[in-house]
């Protein structure tokens, strides 16, 4: 196989490197296209562009594979835990159990948030949404702990690192107290990261806080299911700015405001509010698969079809088996669990989402478990962002590391050319 590409425009000949990856994947380096040919590449929503080398997670679409740093998904929900998968992520290796606890350890340590941002909270309506509630704080722990980070020193990364990571689940728990009208509150150093949460987002003043095990394990693989996905919008979108060498805070940031849209993590909420929509109409699925294909209709399947997954997402496979046990484990019946596998079903026999290779992704199914563990519909993006959290780091951290170039994308103009301007009067 040749190691080169060779691109011809108008009789010559341009010569470009392709680069393999370690799962075989290709890609042709065009650094030298503008300088040589006098082109650039035109890919709208980036389809077909890579931004980066990143050794944190592979993902075959075609094949339905996920793996974060070599290890099989279905592995590391079955098997690991929450805490133990970021650090994979963040430092590429699984941590051994002395490694686990430092790491654990220095996390509760900066789990203390300034009292100062009650204030900042206390601005925003009670009707706000939480994703928006929870983008300017995270922006606002930049004020609460300037400083930039030298990335030439491991211990102003890892203690970036493990700031966020500590005052993050604060921010979420208070988004949503704020929105359920309970007293703000701190954490309890001994409980695990995610039960702490837990406790933190539902814990009712002067009652004792009481959970079933099998609810902080459902959570907990939930989150892990959410924890990276490669180069996705928000992931990109944390990648672009951290770029500009802004702070991680600010960074992460703008990767949950990426996430909140409904084409993105907005979907798992979007995904609840369809399936409710249905019932509501009756429940027949096939009318609204109808305007799922009708092009002069917006109506769009929330929780079908992905970028790169062309086949089932696997994330979706262990999602949906995991809603059947949870809801069967709490005794809790909901209806639209059985309208989004009549959905389902329908979809996988139909043509027009066979032959674009629709398949239920992570939302689908995700906003039910959601439901069935107590968590409000508008809150369930920003459950899939803390989720999402040591994937953004992890991504933040390789690029830094890397000393990957400024993001900055060129264009084709196709606007006017060059006018005479003319004053007001003349107009
Ligand atoms: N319902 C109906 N038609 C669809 C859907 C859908 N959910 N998704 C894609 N299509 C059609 C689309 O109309 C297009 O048809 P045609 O070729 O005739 O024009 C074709 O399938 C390809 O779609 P696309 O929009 O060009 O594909 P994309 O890669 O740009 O978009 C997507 C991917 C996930 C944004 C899109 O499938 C979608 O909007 N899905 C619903 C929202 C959703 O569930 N998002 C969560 C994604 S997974 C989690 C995450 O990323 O956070």
Avoid at 41 to 51: A, E, H, M, P, W
Avoid at 61 to 66: D, K, P, S, T
Avoid at 275 to 302: C, N, P, V, Y
């Amino acid at each position: 196989m040749s190691d080169k590409a060779i691109l011809e425009y108008q009789g010559k000949k341009y010569e470009f490197p392709v680069i393999e990856g370690t799962e075989g994947e290709l890609g042709i380096n065009i650094k030298t296209l503008r300088s040589e040919a006098g082109m650039i590449t035109l890919d709208r929503g980036y389809k077909n562009t890579g931004s980066c080398e990143s050794a944190i997670t592979f993902l075959n679409g075609e094949e339905g594979i996920l793996r974060y740093r070599g290890y099989a998904i279905e592995d590391l929900a079955e098997k690991a835990d929450f805490l133990e998968v970021a650090y994979l992520l963040i430092f590429g290796e699984l941590p051994n159990k002395q490694q686990l606890d430092k790491f654990y350890g220095d996390i509760k340590e900066e789990s203390e948030v300034d009292e100062e941002m009650k204030k900042i909270l206390d601005g925003f309506p009670k009707a706000a949404h939480p994703m928006g509630v929870l983008a300017s704080l995270t922006s606002a722990l930049t004020a609460f702990n300037p400083g930039s980070v030298d990335v030439e020193s491991e211990e102003d990364m890892y203690k970036a690192i493990v700031k966020i990571l500590g005052k993050f689940p604060v921010l979420v728990a208070w988004t949503q107290r704020k929105k359920s009208s309970l007293p703000l509150n701190y954490g309890d150093d001994s409980l695990g990261y995610v039960e702490n949460l837990h406790k933190m987002m539902f814990e009712k003043p002067g009652k004792k806080y009481n959970v079933d095990k099998s609810v902080i394990e459902a959570l907990d693989k939930l989150l892990i299911l959410h924890a990276d996905h490669e180069q996705n919008c928000s992931a990109s979108t944390v990648r672009m700015v951290g770029s500009s060498h802004a702070g991680l805070f600010a960074s992460i940031s703008a990767g949950i405001s990426a996430l909140w849209g409904p084409l993105h993590g907005g979907a798992n909420q979007a995904v609840i509010e369809m399936l409710e929509g249905i019932k509501a109409d009756g429940g027949d699925t096939h009318k609204f698969m109808q305007k799922a294909k009708d092009k002069d209709d917006s109506f769009r399947l929330m929780g079908f079809g992905h970028r790169v997954y062309k086949n089932f997402d696997p994330r979706a496979k262990i999602i949906k088996k995991s809603a059947d046990e949870v809801l069967n484990g709490l005794g809790v019946e909901d209806p639209v669990l059985d309208i989004a596998k009549g959905l389902e079903k329908e979809a996988l026999e139909d043509d027009y989402f066979v032959k674009r290779k629709l398949y239920p992704n992570v939302d689908f199914y995700s906003g039910i478990i959601y439901r069935a563990l107590g968590i409000p519909v508008e809150m369930f993006t920003v459950m899939f962002a803390l989720g999402r959290l040591p994937g953004w780091i992890a991504q933040w951290r390789e690029m830094r590391l890397k000393k990957e170039p400024i993001g900055r994308p060129r264009q084709i103009y196709v606007g006017e050319n060059l006018r005479e301007f003319k004053p007001v009067s003349e107009r």
